[in-house]
């Protein structure tokens, strides 16, 4: 019996060293992923060019918010407008890129939090007194702020123009341009700067990596501002209830469907690794996936991905609208999202071996 015993034993160690070769080995396949090329294709060729260029267009909004309210007119209303629309689109290409010096000023909170307080930023234009670097005043500025300003303060762009003929609505839309420009030059500058070494630097796989930390960075921006921010809650996916307010740039009359378009167009391009404004593509998410041979992964997240923007096709230009003539498309848009969530935030971070970190608040 004791042989028998000492028999189990030694084969219990056997297979316990086995395993644990087997696993190293596993681990070690994702730690020789060249996680450095992949972090300097991310940092080189897509964020850092993705903010020069909207550090460029929001200098040319500042600019133009400087030519109206020194001289209210349509004529000038129709160009500031024009520039906010290109200003909006071309946030949606650093929105995600939540890290470093944008995670410490709350920047895409300051940007981009809606709906908007529209009394709150009424009381505040009447009063003459306003603090944006308030954390408290979100929903008072960035783009929505914009959105409103031009968009919504009249039925025509005679009545809006006419707002202005008071000091205090011209004095806040300035403000609120130019936050909007001098936070990304911080956050421009950052990159610019020593942020980038620091980021590409930092290879380990640990939750204190910058693999790591991006992708929840890069999942949470999908599940949370992509899927529920900008199809969730003005579907009313999680009260059940259609909520046409909580739509994205509500003032404007066919702009929240090529926000949506350009956000989702930024996600895929990142998880290809394709650089921005190029056809050139690097390290990415993809090569890693085909690296792990988890091709197969890389796939479906791909097919899935043309799945959605598919689906979009049938969407209204006016996601207001959409909301409010068959919000059941809006529903259907949100499901094929929430596909992408499953490969992404389950099957994607299991292959390799990445741990989320972040609750989404809708508990999915």
């Known amino acids: 019996m004791k042989k028998f015993s000492r028999i189990l034993i030694f084969a219990s160690l056997i297979f316990t060293a086995c395993s644990s070769e087997d696993e190293g080995s596993g681990n070690n396949e994702v730690n020789t992923f060249d996680r450095g090329a992949m972090l300097e294709n991310w940092a080189d060729n897509i964020i850092v060019p993705s903010f020069d260029n909207f550090k460029s267009s929001t200098q040319q909004l500042e600019d133009l918010t400087i030519a ?26 650093v929105a995600m890129f939540d890290i470093g010096r944008a995670e410490e000023l709350s920047y895409r909170r300051f ?65 609120v341009s130019k936050r909007i420009n001098s936070l990304t030059t911080e956050v421009n500058s950052s990159w610019q700067g020593d942020y980038r ?15 790591d930390k991006f992708t929840n960075k890069f999942i949470m921006y999908y599940e949370t501002f992509l899927r529920s921010g900008k199809i ?42 394709k650089h921005f404004n190029a056809s050139q ?26 799945t959605i923007n598919s689906q979009a096709s049938n969407l209204d230009t006016s996601f207001k609208s959409q909301v409010q003539t068959n919000n059941t498309l809006m529903l259907v848009a949100f499901d094929e999202l929430q596909k992408g969530v499953v490969l992404l935030k389950l099957d994607m ?5 990445i741990s989320i970190n972040y609750v989404d608040s809708d508990g999915d």
């Open 111 to 175: 940007l981009n939090t809606y709906p908007l307080a529209t009394s709150e930023v009424e009381s505040k234009i009447a009063s003459g007194s306003h603090n944006l670097e308030l954390p408290s005043s979100f929903t008072k500025q960035g783009f929505p702020a914009l959105d409103y300003l031009l968009n919504g303060l009249g039925e025509t762009d005679a009545e809006i123009v006419a707002k202005y003929s008071s000091e205090n609505y011209r004095n806040y839309l300035l403000d």
């Open 281 to 306: 593509t690097g390290k990415s998410y993809k090569q890693y996936l085909e690296f792990l041979e988890r091709g197969d992964l890389a796939n479906d997240i791909l097919s899935q991905f043309g």
């Open 349 to 353: 971070v299991q292959a390799l071996s």
């Open 232 to 273: 969730g809650y003005p579907a009313g996916a999680f009260t059940g209830t259609p909520s046409p307010i909580n739509v994205e740039a509500y003032y404007s009359v066919d702009l929240s469907k090529k926000l949506y378009l350009q956000a989702l167009k930024t996600t895929q391009d990142f998880f290809n690794g």
């Open 68 to 93: 109206f309210t020194s001289n209210p007119s349509e004529e000038n209303l129709v160009a500031l407008r024009s520039q906010f629309e290109s200003s909006y689109l071309d946030f949606q290409t």
């Open 197 to 211: 070494d620091t980021f590409v630097s930092s290879t380990s796989s640990s939750s204190t990596g910058s693999v």
